[in-house]
């Protein structure tokens, strides 16, 4: 095998890999978690963390993922066994590709159930079950089909099973096409969206509850909250970045692309806060606070009134759904390349495998929203909340933090600097600061500071 390729196939272009990225990072964390976060976390304040993440911590340590898969070519596991042996590093550092892979896990066994309910609307919209709902007709619709449990897992199996079936056939085959089409008209429709919600929505009390900061509202849950959110919607932090890294031409710059794809996933949530919000503010019977619910009670409202809203608003579920798949396959890609690359196993074995065991884990995610909803694991939070909380709030910034860590001071210079094309310039400063201090130190304060005050309460 030529030196410069990785064994598991590589991206045709760089546009393949930026729509392959853009397709990881856009999905169910910028159209149903960013809006449901935000309207529990009192908004603004919360969005103004949140993009500080985003630019500070959330872009550098992109670069880094990319780089680092780039350097070793192969999953994250052996690329940072790999890139420590050249660097004489300690070695524990690989450790960094073991939490990736139980945050993968972790987080697409919850992942999988939402984008379950997603595939039910779309049949529920197509039905015309929505037209003319109100407020309260949505929220009873939502309440009762999560109190079912054998309907929920039935979705959920449906959207395993989808997954399984693409990552089987290998990274590039299917994604391309779901990501090179299906992306723009899902911008297509959330735009559709933000225009209804301008004309019929009280746009003005959504975009002042999107975008004006009040930090009395903003609590220490919800700094930690958003710092997660950066890592969680930009796929950083477990490996996926970097898993996908390792499949980029020699030939691509990886700082711009880490722009594109943080700017392009920013929109996306921004267009969904600004769908949503407005409509729930006109919208009697529903507030922002309502929890994991909000995207799946507020679209069919809006859908519910408008000519042809049945269709379109299927429309819109269908895409929910692909954007979830597309990011699905990411998170088990850091899985399925070392699986690969220890045993010699055939891919569809093994996303079969990692398909079942996220399936089963799931299924405690179905239960918290009915036989379970009064088991606690710790303090108030159901087994849902519990596996959303130590991955998206404990193992990707801690993740995050030990990448870039990795990159900034283990990690040969020489090898940065040839990956990143970044000669001596302003440029490579920055990402030196970025990645040596501004990264590592963010994400410490935010903990830190969760540690205490939670502590002081
Ligand atoms: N970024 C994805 C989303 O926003 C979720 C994800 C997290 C995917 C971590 C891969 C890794 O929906």
Redesign the pocket.
């Known amino acids: 095998m030529p030196d410069d390729v990785s064994k598991h196939g590589m991206w045709s272009s760089r546009l393949l890999f930026v729509l392959a990225a853009a397709g990881?990072?856009?999905?169910?964390?910028?159209l149903w978690k960013f809006p449901y976060i935000t309207g529990e976390n009192g908004g603004g304040a919360f969005v103004v963390v949140y993009l500080v993440c985003i630019a500070l911590i959330g872009i550098p340590v992109m670069m880094a993922e990319v780089m680092l898969g780039r350097a070793g070519r192969q999953s994250p596991i052996n690329t940072i066994r790999a890139l420590t042996e050249r660097a004489g590093g300690d070695a524990w550092w690989p450790l960094i590709g073991w939490m990736g892979v139980v945050a993968?896990f972790l987080?697409l066994s919850f992942y999988a159930v939402i984008a379950g309910w997603a595939i039910f609307y779309i049949f529920r919209l197509a039905r015309g079950e929505f037209d003319g709902t109100d407020g309260s007709g949505a929220n009873d619709a939502f309440n009762n089909f999560l109190a079912e449990p054998l309907e929920v897992t039935l979705w959920h199996t449906v959207f395993i099973a989808a997954t399984v079936f693409i990552v089987a056939r290998g990274v590039v085959g299917g994604l391309e096409v779901a990501v090179r089409w299906l992306m723009p008209v899902l911008f297509v429709l959330l735009i559709l969206l933000v225009g209804y919600a301008a004309i019929y929505g009280d746009f003005a009390q959504g975009f002042s509850f999107l975008f004006s900061f009040d930090a009395d509202k903003l609590s220490v849950g919800g700094v930690l909250t958003a710092m997660g959110h950066a890592f969680?919607?930009?796929?950083l932090g477990?490996g996926?970045i970097m898993a996908y890294g390792a499949y980029v031409p020699a030939n691509t710059s990886i700082g711009t692309t880490a722009v594109t794809i943080a700017v392009l996933d920013t929109v996306v949530a921004l267009a969904a806060g600004l769908a949503i919000f407005p409509i729930v503010f006109a919208t009697p019977g529903l507030e922002p606070g309502t929890g994991p619910g909000l995207l799946f009670v507020t679209v069919p409202v809006a859908f519910g009134s408008l000519p042809l809203g049945a269709i379109v608003g299927a429309v819109f579920f269908i895409l929910v759904s692909f954007a979830a798949v597309t990011?699905a396959i990411?998170?088990t890609e850091p899985a399925i390349a070392f699986l690969v690359e220890e045993y010699n196993a055939k891919r569809p074995r093994v996303a079969i495998t990692i398909g079942a065991a996220c399936w089963l884990l799931g299924i405690g995610s179905v239960l918290s929203f009915n036989v379970w909803a009064d088991v606690h694991i710790v303090g108030e939070l159901t087994f849902f909340d519990f596996v959303d909380y130590v991955s998206g709030k404990i193992l990707l910034p801690l993740g995050g933090l030990l990448i870039a860590l990795f990159a900034g001071w283990v990690l040969p210079r020489a090898i940065a600097k040839e990956q990143l094309g970044l000669e001596q310039g302003w440029k490579w400063q920055v990402w030196t600061i970025g990645i040596r201090f501004v990264a590592p130190i963010g994400v410490v304060i935010v903990f830190a500071y969760t540690i205490y005050e939670s502590a002081m309460a």
């Open positions: 990881s990072a856009v999905g169910l964390g910028n993968g987080i969680f919607t930009l796929s477990m996926a990011s990411s998170l």
